[in-house]
């Protein structure tokens, strides 16, 4: 069956970069996703990569993506107080039906920011 | 605000009852989508509907069950409850149309409604 690896808890200085990784084994996975959570809230849609890219990079977030080690990567330059949140991974299969149906997600990491 | 309407935010309630769990989708989409959000299981996909009709059963329980009304909003339906159904029950919407498969894959989740089962 499909299933999303991460680790639980990264703790970070300031201003200093995260990587948050993510492990999956789904090779039929046609997009991967980065969801934050923040205190409190529901999750939102950060960004997300389709399986043909290796690279996605969205102001200080970068995604790397290798597809033959089933490896997802998000990096966060230059990161701030107001990224403490819990980041989820995900992934959706290819299949027939339409809509983001069985999208699974990781156990989510949560981001500490020291000062 | 992602536009998805949840209540209630907080309830608790004893062992072998049975709640409802409501969500309002933003306006216009018509995919609804319950997830369940443990410490121990993760954020675990539930039932999915689209446009009123079920489309897609993921890790949900005999005991919960789920419907979306003709006008989109969706209820999820608790019963005999156990301790172990203590959760943050996120509702999410999506504006995905039928025949695209996932295009962007963006839910727009609500803030969940807390369960404490006593």
Same mark, same amino acid.
């Given at each position: 069956? $499909?299933?999303?690896?991460?680790?639980?808890?990264?703790?970070?200085?300031?201003?200093?970069?995260?990587?948050?990784?993510?492990?999956? @084994?789904?090779?039929?996975?046609? +997009?991967?996703?980065?969801?934050?959570?923040?205190?409190?809230?529901?999750?939102?849609?950060?960004? +997300?990569?389709?399986?043909?890219?290796?690279?996605?990079?969205?102001?200080?977030? @970068?995604?790397?993506?290798?597809?033959?080690?089933?490896?997802?990567?998000?990096?966060?330059?230059?990161?701030?107080?107001?990224?403490?949140?819990?980041?989820?991974?995900?992934?959706?299969?290819?299949?027939?039906?339409?809509?983001?149906?069985?999208?699974?997600?990781?156990?989510?990491?949560?981001?500490?920011?020291?000062? | 605000?992602?536009?998805?309407?949840?209540?209630?935010?907080?309830?608790? @309630?004893?062992?072998?009852?049975?709640?409802?769990?409501?969500?309002?989708?933003?306006?216009?989409?018509?995919?609804?989508?319950?997830?369940?959000?443990?410490?121990?299981?993760?954020?675990?996909?539930?039932?999915? +509907? +689209?446009?009123?009709? $079920?489309?897609?059963?993921?890790?949900?329980?005999?005991?919960?069950?789920?419907?979306?009304?003709?006008?989109?909003?969706?209820?999820?339906?608790?019963?005999?409850?156990?301790?172990?159904?203590?959760?943050?029950?996120?509702?999410?919407?999506?504006?995905?149309? $039928?025949?695209?498969?996932?295009?962007?894959?963006?839910?727009?989740?609500? $803030?969940?409604?807390?369960?404490?089962?006593?």
């Amino acid at each position: 069956g $499909e299933d999303v690896e991460q680790s639980l808890f990264l703790s970070v200085r300031e201003g200093d970069s995260s990587v948050i990784n993510c492990t999956y @084994t789904d090779s039929s996975s046609t +997009y991967l996703y980065w969801y934050k959570q923040e205190p409190g809230a529901g999750l939102q849609l950060l960004t +997300y990569i389709f399986s043909n890219m290796d690279m996605k990079q969205d102001q200080r977030l @970068t995604v790397l993506l290798n597809k033959k080690d089933k490896h997802l990567s998000l990096r966060i330059a230059d990161t701030q107080t107001g990224d403490s949140a819990i980041y989820f991974c995900a992934e959706s299969p290819l299949y027939s039906g339409g809509g983001a149906d069985g999208l699974t997600f990781g156990k989510g990491t949560h981001l500490i920011i020291q000062p | 605000d992602s536009g998805v309407t949840q209540t209630p935010k907080h309830l608790i @309630t004893a062992t072998g009852q049975r709640v409802t769990l409501r969500c309002s989708p933003r306006s216009g989409d018509l995919s609804v989508y319950w997830y369940q959000q443990s410490l121990d299981q993760g954020l675990q996909f539930l039932i999915q +509907y +689209y446009n009123g009709e $079920e489309r897609a059963k993921g890790n949900i329980l005999e005991r919960f069950s789920a419907q979306q009304f003709p006008d989109l909003h969706s209820e999820l339906n608790l019963s005999s409850l156990e301790l172990g159904d203590s959760a943050l029950y996120f509702c999410a919407s999506s504006a995905e149309p $039928e025949t695209l498969a996932g295009v962007t894959g963006e839910l727009f989740f609500g $803030e969940g409604s807390r369960l404490t089962v006593l």
